[in-house]
């Protein structure tokens, strides 16, 4: 059973990140999955998912160390790349808090705050944030904006909460034990305790492919995918996807590598989608 965020207070201490995905677990899957990440899936809501990575490459430490709020943010464009559903990734450590939005091919949005509530973002994020999220352009907004107001009572964690809350009534209801503050450890002990709640994991790209090409068919969507536009978006993906990963391993980035590498990998499909659905279409 889903409920709102836990009030309880954690360990300010902690580093932590959590993915919600504004689509049913069955969507999310396969996106999931080609993070080659292993996770945690569980619903959270109405129409929301949630990821759990079991990964922390932000912990890795030496030269192999990468911020939480990068990571997240490779992540969760990778999570939104072809697909039509937004992905907001939340994080905290030691010493901030925040959140990056991705949604397509649009440039994602964040926001965040010091570990003490200060606001370091812009006014214009949390406006976008309510577009793309289709909220209430008043109310849901006026909420949103105040987070980026100062409030001496209100430190890092309770912004997200806030953040949360606002979400909440557009049907997110995360699962108990999932909240802002908590580690790592105790997010993956809360995920793996919640009903209907699945691991997720890199099994191949032979595996992906075929799962893809299934989900095509299965949907009204396949006859739309071949031809030369779908062919020009395949060709587009590859051109963008394969510097976006180079980039990626060059700085050691490992979540602009993932969003690199499922760019170029849908870019692949795409083609190889057209060719082969395309050739069983001659007569």
């Not at 943010?73 to 999570?79: R, T, V």
């Not at 802002?180 to 997720?200: F, H, I, K, N, Y």
């Amino acid at each position: 059973m889903s409920h709102p965020a836990s009030s309880s207070a954690p360990s300010t201490s902690a580093t932590g990140a959590l993915l919600l995905c504004r689509a049913p677990v069955e969507d999310v899957r396969l996106a999931a999955a080609v993070l080659r990440e292993r996770a945690l899936l569980a619903p959270a809501g109405d129409g929301w998912s949630v990821v759990v990575p079991e990964g922390r490459p932000w912990l890795a430490g030496g030269s192999a160390h990468e911020p939480v709020d990068r990571v997240l943010a490779g992540w969760a464009s990778a999570l939104a790349i072809g697909t039509d559903w937004p992905v907001l990734a939340l994080w905290w450590d030691p010493d901030r808090t925040g959140y990056t939005l991705a949604s397509g091919f649009r440039r994602a949005v964040g926001y965040e705050w010091l570990a003490d509530g200060t606001p370091l973002g812009e006014d214009e994020a949390m406006r976008t944030f309510a577009v793309r999220l289709e909220l209430d352009p008043v109310h849901d907004t006026a909420s949103l904006e105040a987070l980026a107001e100062p409030d001496d009572d209100a430190d890092g964690r309770a912004r997200l909460l806030g953040l949360i809350a606002v979400l909440h009534r557009v049907g997110l209801a995360l699962p108990v034990g999932l909240a802002p503050g908590e580690s790592a450890d105790r997010l993956r002990e809360a995920a793996r305790a919640e009903s209907g709640a699945q691991t997720v994991e890199w099994s191949g790209w032979r595996d992906a492919l075929r799962a893809e090409f299934d989900v095509v068919d299965r949907g009204p969507v396949g006859a739309w995918v071949r031809g030369p536009r779908a062919r020009a978006v395949g060709v587009a993906q590859v051109v963008v996807g394969a510097p976006m990963l180079g980039w990626g391993l060059r700085r050691g980035s490992a979540g602009w590598a993932v969003a690199g590498g499922v760019l170029l990998a849908q870019g692949v499909t795409g083609l190889a989608y057209d060719r082969a659905r395309g050739a069983g279409d001659t007569p």
